[in-house]
């Protein structure tokens, strides 16, 4: 499955009240789009994202990093279907969610790529637990069953041929794409919805929603471990620092067994591989490639993904040569490279106690941890 997400943002959202459209404003310190955007850029098994925003909205929109904008149309369904005809060609499935559910959860998200594995389609939903009125007039003027009923939720899911024809042939007007999806002769799936994916609406929904996010911090923790040889050499290069010694490091690239430590450890975090799969040592084009390239990637995909780095710290397992008096030349120079403070980055050695290949002298191992926070 290649998996894109499709965020419709092209509202007005008069109900929430405001000078500027609901998915504009702040709720903490992003915007409601911006939250929503972060949701899907933080998950490695989407592909890509399309923002459907109004024409006028552009100012807004062109700050959110990692995603496609792409204009709406006059009705939420004209507007769903802008977005998935700019979707590229090798996108199977599409995950349509409104900008206005900030606080969707990977538990939601899950449940609907989960379903499309065997279905065409699959929302997640509520299953309506409170008695139900018929009203006139401010007076209670009947009851109804609410047997069978559930409060519908997005990202709604689908094979993307498919609803990319449903909503070609539908006429308009649909309140959701499972309407749309439905009226083409699709079967949807229920998943399990979740009663903190708020639709903000109202203007107390801001104040809602702030508060589940504050206790949805999404915190990633990942390790790197690398191991270098020692070969003929003058010097060494570690945690981006030329350190004087009677040997160098063995490598295709620099060889920086420090940063290549850190490296790894923000790929873990983001559950996507090694420096091995995005730098394969059998490409010519990195023999000798001063290893702060790795590092720029993986800051830069952590980002893409919406995550800051937090702090990393990094150990130096090795006899010879000495840190202690270049640790803090090290430290700014990872600090500068992972674009947070100087404090946040720890760079310390110790021994093996003349054990095994370190403690021979035969080379240095490092270990590395790196958190990661969703913006």
């Known amino acids: 499955m290649q998996i894109a997400a499709v965020i419709v943002a092209a509202g007005r959202g008069t109900r929430a009240g405001g000078e500027i459209p609901k998915q504009w404003q702040e709720v903490g310190e992003h915007s409601v789009a911006a939250w929503s955007c972060a949701r899907f850029r933080s998950r490695a098994d989407i592909a890509e994202i399309i923002l459907v925003i109004h024409p006028d909205d552009r100012v807004f929109a062109q700050s959110i990093k990692g995603v496609t904008l792409v204009h709406g149309g006059a009705t939420r369904d004209g507007s769903v279907h802008n977005g998935l005809k700019a979707l590229a060609a090798d996108i199977t499935h599409v995950l349509i969610h409104d900008v206005a559910r900030c606080t969707v959860s990977d538990r ?96 107390d929904d801001f104040a809602r929603a702030a508060k589940i996010l504050e206790q949805r911090v999404d915190i990633r923790l990942g390790n790197g471990f690398d191991v270098h040889a020692f070969e003929d050499g003058d010097h060494v290069i570690l945690c981006g ?13 620099d060889a920086d067994v420090g940063m290549h430590a850190v490296t790894d450890a923000i790929y873990g975090a983001l559950g996507d591989g090694d420096i091995g799969q995005h730098f394969p040592p059998s ?25 800051t780095i937090s702090n990393v710290d990094c150990t130096l397992i090795c006899e010879q040569p000495k840190i202690g008096p270049h640790a803090g030349t090290m430290k700014d120079t990872m600090a500068a490279l992972l674009q947070i403070t100087p ?13 095994g290949f370190t403690g021979r002298e035969e080379g240095i191992a490092a270990l590395a941890t790196a958190t990661l926070v969703a913006k």
């Open 108 to 203: 939601v998200i899950d449940g609907v790529i989960d379903a499309l594995q065997t279905a065409d389609g699959a929302a997640p939903a509520l299953p309506v637990s409170d008695a139900l009125w018929i009203g006139a007039d401010c007076k209670v003027s009947g009851t109804q069953d609410r047997t069978g009923l559930f409060r519908a939720q997005t990202p709604q899911g689908f094979a993307l041929r498919a609803i990319l024809n449903a909503h070609g042939a539908h006429q308009g007007g649909a309140a959701d794409d499972v309407e749309v999806a439905r009226s083409a002769g699709l079967d949807v799936v229920i998943t399990e919805g979740d009663e903190n994916n708020l639709k903000i609406t109202m203007p």
């Open 241 to 253: 620092v030329k350190v004087p010694h009677n040997k160098a490091l063995k490598g295709h690239s």
């Open 343 to 355: 404090d946040r980055v720890s760079v310390k050695a110790t021994t093996s106690e003349r054990l």
């Open 283 to 307: 490409d010519p084009q990195w023999k000798g490639a001063a290893s702060e390239i790795f590092l720029r990637h993986a800051v830069d995909l952590a980002a893409s993904r919406g995550f």
